[in-house]
């Protein structure tokens, strides 16, 4: 069992979360304090709950959320200024932010040095930058500001506890020790039949064990770490945890350091820091500790240890072990021990190919180098900045002669094919030759060249980037060894890496304070209870002995029928209790139901037809949710009538089979076309899906009540998890009541997705008469639910010499998946006409199906592919009548736009442009290989009402307070705090008056699905409306008592029979709400590695019109999280199929790569425009919800000026469009610059 299964459903601890279960999100990071060798001393450190197994922690102080500070204790100030300073949105992923932050906090550590330690933590709803400033105020040198902040939050810190500390101080106060150190060091044996766990403290103990039990099934645990490395991955029959075995964790430097084989990859930082800096011969740790720091991120690397990592090296080659490469770089060696006592080195290539069963690794040697004869570097590059494996990773070490000849070289790569190590060729080269001359250089480059296959292993990125990656990285390398006399100026700065300066970030926005509570930037309402892990999400029911947890089979191929489960194999599984499939299904077997919003076809709850690999085709249920996860895996299935031929997974293949082409209902038709047409531009446009990696998985839970069931569910969309159930079950709608009492972050991802989890749940539940929870493990979530539609426009633009549009043929594409639900054409065409005039627009729009599941809403679905689409062809007709991008769009801007004009010059003034601009021109000549781009970007989003919301708001006579339950669910957008704030100013009461509760469908009875910004300004909407019931039915009580208090009036209205409770529903037809546009502007500059295909934003504006904000401060996190899910989707999250089979090889945390804390602009300014109350709307707002992700297409095209730029320095033809597909990843970016290696020189001329 896990540590965090055991916080959760053993202690009933529920705040700390859980997501990824593999290391990768940091939902579940607790606090331990524990001895830890090699310091001996009692350390706090931070761990990922869903890796160390229970039996592991024995001797730990494992604190949990729930000790750091709650209602009944007080809040810790931490807890107290993430909410101050608006650091949660859904707070799913909080509880892990403040765990890792309370490790550190102690730890005396910079600013850089914190923001650099978060690298573990995922928030997909902040953006990041708020919950940095929370990071930074513990800083020691934090800046005035910062730290008067935590002091101010410290200062009226109190804890309700009778010591009276303030919580902030360190304190000795252990009450919240989940296991005693008992100072033990006594060997552990527990036996649990099959299984076997033993801790022991001495190598000959693990000898003793192996030779009693066999070598057959045995795993040493150290971190247990691997489990989140490896895909299917299965414990032993018999493990030993080797933790503390002092022997393997300590180190000492006799000649070479020798290191115990199991220090830990954080403990070996510490280690090399130190012995850097006092043996001279040593200095190069410097460099290898820059790496190490790369390695996954702080709570792994505290326990996972060397030898563990280089095991998994061995036992999966292919794997881009960072240790190995370091290692064999530098000539380590390793000692091994076996069952006789015999030890014996080995180098570590020999290592891989040793045959390490029933031999233990002891430690590892590395070797003195003389600082003036050895160079050594290494590279690490990413798909992000941080907790990602390497696309290519790479060591160079050279010892020069004293005349600058290479005595030896070692080059050492990784992932480029599981048998390549060293580029022997290259190694052999370059030896005898001084390798600073472009000759020798080219003749290195040309072996390496030759000798560098990088095998084709989906979905690692292609071989001919990380070939490219892997030579860029040798020219780097020579670059910074090369004497800066050897080498020409505009080469130099190739030599280096992008380091990242500590973040800054400033908000602006005016507020009316005459207008408090409304227009106040006030702390969402949960905040402290998401801080506090308080805040309960549909899974954290409290759990009971007899909940039964459900996971679903998922088919392995892409077509075809279920022909044979072989069910008895499974349910011989101690602890499996059914196996469920259609047949099953009492009711009908869909989970969707046509009618409701943009629904038009049945999908199958459990398939008996499959439409894509991966899809759910029966249900494991078993008493524990690690179980039914693991068993679910394993089932057997025989499948028949499948189809040999590959599934269609493209838009190109799609289009090819008119019987999977759908005609879209959105579309332009032209009412003008000018005459003017000097140029005629064609081209074709592509942006691949998007997963929306909430950090709340879809799940739900199902407690049989009565003869009716209560239904947990994170869900957008209530009536469409009561549907679900109530076809699966045959049960009337009226037996089900869903409760939601948060998400935990949705983006449109549990629109209509989540109904299929909702509806096997209810089944298990009402099988088994039991609760059952559903919480679907990442990999099946990721490869069953739908995602942004991928999209293809295809265009031809006719333009006179300004670059003003005469007329624009353009078809959209979008790919539906297996089926044509959740359409999202119509927004898609009101949106790609942007800010422009589209009197010459003719817009066909399209879905087509394949054979992947049903792609779905997500933030801003259609509209942000349109207007990146619009974008993308303006800025064509930029490059091809060669104007400036700004001037054409100013060219074809709508008339009466003076919003968009407008908001481009105050951001222009605001932030330097045309200075900045002048800068950047000379910088790209000076540079041959960093090349940086300033851009403007514009946006306007259409804002339409749509469907209906409800809201009861109820008021208590015998103390005012007053509770408001809504249809529209608060997913981190703010929706309660807003509509308290709301209600606040329409009643006049105090905020803190008001309660907002979870949502119930038979409170907001056929709500529509909460999405599409609107949410919360209809919510508001009818709060007015109640309050305005309320005002006139107080009316009479308030004339007679004109001076009466809000308590007096609600008492005196209640004597007299007045109904304090009311109820709205608005709907779209109301005529008082009619649509808007939201405008934004944002200027972005970044610069691009031109031989890494690495980049940096180094400073973001966004300039946004929301109105008159209700919540400055909430608008202001919903633009910033929502730009940088923007950063995400157009440069670094990809999905990746098998072209045979259909199945998602990029379904994990390690491969689908979100961005992290160090992915944001350097520096992030937002800006919320000044004094502008919106005409239309409700209360002068304007939505803003998902406005943000609208203005993140522009990074692209500032990197596709980038690109740009290099390839003119490359000799390309500058005239040439050339197509670069979305996301612009290293593999899109490095295909594009396709720099040519005659390039890689130290001078223009030898
Ligand atoms: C989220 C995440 C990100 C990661 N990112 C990176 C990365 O960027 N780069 C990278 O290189 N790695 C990365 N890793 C891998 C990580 O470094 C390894 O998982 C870790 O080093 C394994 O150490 P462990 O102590 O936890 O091993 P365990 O998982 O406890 O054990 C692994 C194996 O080693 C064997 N073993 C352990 N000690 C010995 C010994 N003394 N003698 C013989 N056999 C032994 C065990 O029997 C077992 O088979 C990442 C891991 C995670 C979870
Ligand atoms: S890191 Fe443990 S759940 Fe994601
Ligand atoms: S607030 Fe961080 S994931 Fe939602």
Redesign the pocket.
Known sequence: MSLNAYIRYVCGLTGTKAMCR???CGACIVTVRAKRYPSGKTETFSV?SC?VLVFSCHGWDIRTIESTGNRLDGYSDIQKLTACLHGTQCGYCTPGWIMHLNSLKDKNLTMAQLEKSFG?CTCRCTGFRPILEVIKSVAIDAPPKLSQRLKDIEEISTCAKKCQRKCSVKSDCSDWSLLEDSGSVTKIELDFGKYKFYKVYEIVDIFDILNREGVDS????????????VETFEY?RVL?D??DVMA?KTFKVDQNLILG??V??EDCITIFTEISKTESDFEYLDEVVKHFE????IP??K???????????R?YPQ???????LFECLGAEMT?QNSKGNTYTLRLEEFLHHD?QG????NFMLPPLNKTTHLFKSY?I?PRSQ????IV?AAFLMKLDSKNNVQKASIVYGNISSTFVHALHTEEYLTGKCPFSNETLQGAIKALDGELVPSDNPPEATPDCRKKLALGLFYKFMLSICPTTSTEPIYRSGANIFTRPVSEATQDYVTDSSLYPLNQPVPKLEALIQCSGEARYANDLPPQKSDVFGAFVLSTVHSGEVDKIYENEILEIEGVLAIYTAKDIPGENTFITPGLQLQTEKEETLATTIKYFGQPIAIVVAQTEELAAAVAKKVRVDYKNTKKSAPVITIDEAKKDSSRYIAGEGTLEPTSKGTDVTKIIKGVYEIEAQYHYYMEPLTCVVQPVDDMFMVYDSTQWMEMTQTAIARCLNIGQGKIVVKVPRVGGAFGGKITRNGQVAAACALVASKQDRTCRFILPLQTNMSIAGKRLPCQCEYEVGVNDDGKIQYLNATIVEDAGCCNNDNVTSYTSSSFGNCYDISGYTLNTATVLTDLPSNTFFRAPGACEGIACIEHIMEHIAFAVKKDAISVRLANMKANNTDIPEMIETLKQDVDYDKRCADIQQFNKDNRWVKRVIKINVMEFPVIYYGNFTVMISIYRMDGTVTITTGGIEMGQGANTKAAQVCANALGIPLDVIKVISHYSFVAANDVFSGSSITTESICYCILKICETFDKRFAPVKSRKPQATWLDIVKSAAEEGIELTSCYMMSDKDESLSGYSAFAVSIVEIQLDVLTGRFQMLRVDLLEDVGMSVNPAVDIGQVEGAFIQGVGYFTCEKLVYDKATGKLLTNR??TYHVPLCQDIPIVYNVKLRHNQKNTKGVLGAKTCGEMGICTAHGITLALRECIMASRIDSGYDSTQWITIPVPYDTEAILKALDVKLEEFVFTTSD
């Open positions: 593999e290391g990768g990922n890796l573990c045995y795993m040493l645990v150290d971190g247990n770490t691997g489990k989140g490395i032993e030993i080797i933790s393997l084989a199991n830990s990859l790369l390695i996954a991120h792994v690397r326990i996972a240890s060397l030898a563990g990592n280089l095991m998994y090296k036992a794997y881009r072990s960072d240790v190995f490469l091994v390490m031999i233990v690794i002891v690490k990413m907790n990602a494996l390497a990773n945390s390690l």
